[in-house]
Structures are given as C-alpha cells and as structure tokens.
C-alpha cells in the first residue's frame, strides 16, 4: 500500500470528532483530485457504520427466524439510509467538486463523470 492510502485509511479508522483538520482524500480513478474535509468524511462513514450494524441486525432477524414483515421494514429502512448517505455524496460532489472544476474550466469532463455515475446509480 502506498502512503495516500495508508492515510486514507487512517481518516476513515479514526473517528476523534475532536480533530476539524482538512485532509488531503485523493480519488485516483477520476480526471481531478478530490479534497473532502475530514468532518465530510467522518460523517459519511459514521452513517455508512450504523448502516453496516443495522444490517447485521437484520441478519441477525433472519437468522433468528423473524417474521418477513419485520425484516422487509429494517430492509427498507437500510435502504432510505443508503439513499441518505448517496445524497450527501452528491451533494458534496456539486458544492465541492463541480464547482471547483466550473472554476478551473474542466467543467466538462466533470459533468461527463458526473452523468456516468448517476446512470450506474439511478434504477
């Protein structure tokens, strides 16, 4: 592993709501670098954690037998949370990213990336 993703990792591990620093987050599959504050990034994994834990939960209510009804309504709440998360990415990726390519005059090529993710993201 190289050092961008040893700290990568160190961001995404480290939840010390204490530290406001920013943090350089590198997305090496897009045509720019991303920065995502470390606030940014500690509040989708805190929401990406509780979504990990409440689907063990509802393997759990599998496991355990539990009526379907039950465990179609904790599925569907899984999924409203995922849908909350994906909107504060976006979000996030318009007020931050697009912007900063609008400025920098590759609005383009960020718009074409843009369009791409939400066909493989919308039903």
Same mark, same amino acid.
């Given at each position: #592993?190289?050092?961008? @993703? =040893? %700290? =990568?990792?160190?961001? !995404? =591990?480290?939840?010390?709501?204490?530290?406001?620093?920013? +943090?350089?987050?590198?997305?090496?599959? @897009?045509?720019?670098?991303?920065?995502?504050?470390?606030?940014?990034? &500690?509040?989708?994994? /805190?929401?990406? @954690?509780?979504? *990990?834990? +409440?689907?063990?939960?509802?393997?759990? #209510?599998? %496991?355990?037998?539990?009526? $379907?009804?039950?465990?179609?309504? %904790?599925?569907?709440?899984?999924?409203?949370?995922?849908?909350?998360?994906? &909107?504060?990415? !976006?979000?996030?990726? !318009?007020?931050? $990213?697009?912007?900063?390519?609008?400025? /920098?005059?590759?609005?383009?090529?960020?718009? *074409? *990336?843009?369009?791409?993710?939400?066909?493989?993201?919308?039903?």
């Amino acid at each position: #592993m190289n050092g961008t @993703s =040893n %700290q =990568n990792e160190q961001i !995404l =591990n480290d939840t010390d709501a204490n530290n406001k620093s920013e +943090h350089d987050h590198n997305h090496t599959h @897009s045509a720019h670098p991303h920065v995502h504050s470390e606030e940014s990034l &500690r509040k989708i994994v /805190n929401r990406l @954690s509780r979504i *990990e834990g +409440h689907i063990r939960g509802i393997k759990t #209510m599998v %496991q355990q037998n539990s009526p $379907c009804p039950d465990v179609l309504l %904790q599925i569907a709440a899984v999924r409203g949370a995922v849908d909350r998360v994906a &909107r504060i990415v !976006l979000d996030e990726h !318009l007020t931050e $990213c697009v912007a900063r390519a609008a400025k /920098n005059g590759n609005i383009d090529v960020e718009i *074409e *990336e843009l369009k791409a993710a939400l066909d493989r993201f919308l039903p």
